[in-house]
Nanobody, 125 residues
């Protein structure tokens, strides 16, 4: 079974940057759609970005376009999320996820078969 471990979360002031990593074991990430999600207390989990399997195509949620960048290093089997110009309202747990099928839209958590444990991002004003 694929395993995902996030790292790189922390506390940052508004306008700052963080880079999240998601190390994947047991399966090659090139074969999966790899997504980043976030969930704040009392809110639903929302899709942030996805890197599609096989090639370099990506998609982003509108609120993060132009500020966040998703990438993958297939040799290291690791997914990244570079987050710039962070806002306090983006304080949340951030999760990476892997999907082998495309039964739902990329931002729908139901699409994904495996999840990491999450890493906390706190943005102060």
């Amino acid at each position: 079974r694929v395993q995902l471990v996030e790292s790189g979360g922390g506390s940052v002031q508004a306008g700052g940057s963080l880079r999240l990593s998601c190390a994947v074991s047991r399966y090659a990430i090139i074969n999966y759609d790899m997504g980043w999600f976030r969930q704040a207390p009392g809110k639903e989990r929302e899709g942030v970005a996805v890197a599609y399997s096989g090639g370099g195509n990506t998609s982003y949620a509108d609120p993060v376009k132009g500020r966040f960048s998703i990438s993958r290093d297939n040799a290291k089997n690791t997914l990244y999320l570079q987050m710039n110009s962070l806002k306090p309202e983006e304080t949340a747990g951030y999760y990476c996820a892997a999907a082998i099928l495309r039964l739902y839209d990329w931002y729908d958590p139901r699409r994904y078969n495996a999840w990491g444990q999450g890493t906390q991002v706190t943005v102060s004003s």
